[in-house]
T-cell receptor, first 112, second 114 residues
Framework: KQEVTQIPAALSVPEGENLVLNCSFT??????LQWFRQDPGKGLTSLLL?????REQTSGRLNASLDKSSGRSTLYIAASQPGDSATYLC???????????FGSGTRLQVQP | NAGVTQTPKFRILKIGQSMTLQCTQD?????MYWYRQDPGMGLKLIYY???????DKGEVPNGYNVSRSTTEDFPLRLELAAPSQTSVYFC?????????????FGSGTQLSVL
């Protein structure tokens, strides 16, 4: 069964810390992987999309890596800020499937 | 720059009532999706559409219906509301089915069935 898992479910860090969020998936035949941010009561915003042929993508303080062979992706956030507090979800699109499969998310709180 | 717009934002239904969740996008995207998100869970796909006149079931379609008469609109219909349909519903769209596609989401509809 194709599944996406995110551990931990919640994370609290002090401001300024560099942090890593984890995402694992059960089938390495992925088409792409996206990281999303969700603020309370809001929709999801796509942060980074990594194609299956890529190893990483960067946007500002965010860096996402992809290791298909181990079934893992990480989202690295540098110099975290209170404004980074949100839930971060990863989602995988597998080859031959139309839609994304989402993990349950990691709820991040950055303490001032 | 509206993007994906969902209405209503909140709704309370009684068991057995029906309603339609509206979704419209102004980005001329061909692909549109309906997801539901239960507390502490990831999103699950209800229905999707690859273009006007074409719809297909996702993972959890039971109890729902959709239509796609135009590129812009993709309404989701609940015919006989049940407590199990209490959830947050998200509509999303994307430009095309490719490795470069990004998904754009609406702000969601919080539905309670009592």
């Amino acid at each position: 069964k194709q599944e996406v898992t995110q551990i931990p479910a919640a994370l609290s860090v002090p401001e300024g810390e560099n942090l890593v969020l984890n995402c694992s998936f059960t089938d390495s035949a992925i088409y792409n992987l996206q990281w999303f941010r969700q603020d309370p009561g809001k929709g999801l915003t796509s942060l980074l999309l990594i194609q299956s042929s890529q190893r990483e993508q960067t946007s500002g303080r965010l860096n996402a890596s992809l290791d298909k062979s181990s079934g893992r992706s990480t989202l690295y956030i540098a110099a975290s800020q209170p404004g980074d507090s949100a839930t971060y979800l990863c989602a995988v699109k597998w080859a031959g499937r139309r839609a994304l499969t989402f993990g349950s998310g990691t709820r991040l709180q950055v303490q001032p | 720059n509206a993007g994906v717009t969902q209405t209503p934002k909140f709704r309370i239904l009684k068991i057995g009532q029906s309603m339609t969740l509206q979704c419209t996008q102004d980005m001329n995207h061909n692909y549109m999706y309906w997801y539901r998100q239960d507390p502490g869970m990831g999103l699950k796909l209800i229905y999707y559409s690859v273009g006007a006149g074409i719809t297909d079931k996702g993972e959890v379609p039971n109890g729902y219906n959709v239509s796609r008469s135009t590129t812009e609109d993709f309404p989701l219909r609940l015919e006989l509301a049940a407590p199990s349909q209490t959830s947050v519903y998200f509509c999303a769209s994307s430009d095309r089915d490719s490795a470069n596609e990004k998904l754009f989401f609406g702000s969601g509809t919080q539905l309670s069935v009592l």
